[in-house]
Nanobody, 121 residues
Framework: QVQLVESGGGLVQPGGSLRLSCAAS????????MGWYRQAPGKQRELVAV???????NYSDSVKGRFTISRDNADNTVYLQMNSLKPEDTAVYYC???????????????WGRGTQVTVSS
């Protein structure tokens, strides 16, 4: 069984910073892409940033230049450094990963339970 556990959310003032972490554990042979999504009240879940195993990254236009995604392949952990936070960044942030449990298996998609980020003065 594979688990993704997020941490690092909280309340921050506009212009502030937070760093989210997501650790994958369980039966893991390899991890392809890892990413962060968010869902604000009344809105659909949206992609924030993604990083593939080789290190290439992609960001939504709304966070480019403010957020940075990174990963530690040795620890199966992905991070999201969020700077210059705005009230519109308020949402539940979810970790996502494509994980292969065995060398011969296909990759399955896993989700964390989410961590709340609130940007407010």
């Amino acid at each position: 069984q594979v688990q993704l556990v997020e941490s690092g959310g909280g309340l921050v003032q506009p212009g502030g910073s937070l760093r989210l972490s997501c650790a994958a554990s369980g039966r893991i042979f390899s991890i392809n892409a890892m990413g962060w999504y968010r869902q604000a009240p009344g809105k659909q879940r949206e992609l924030v940033a993604v990083i593939i195993s080789g290190g290439s990254t992609n960001y939504s236009d709304s966070v480019k230049g403010r957020f940075t995604i990174s990963r530690d392949n040795a620890d199966n952990t992905v991070y999201l450094q969020m700077n210059s936070l705005k009230p519109e960044d308020t949402a539940v942030y979810y970790c996502n990963a494509g994980i292969r449990a065995t060398p011969w298996g296909t990759a399955n998609t896993y989700w964390g339970r989410g961590t709340q980020v609130t940007v407010s003065s």
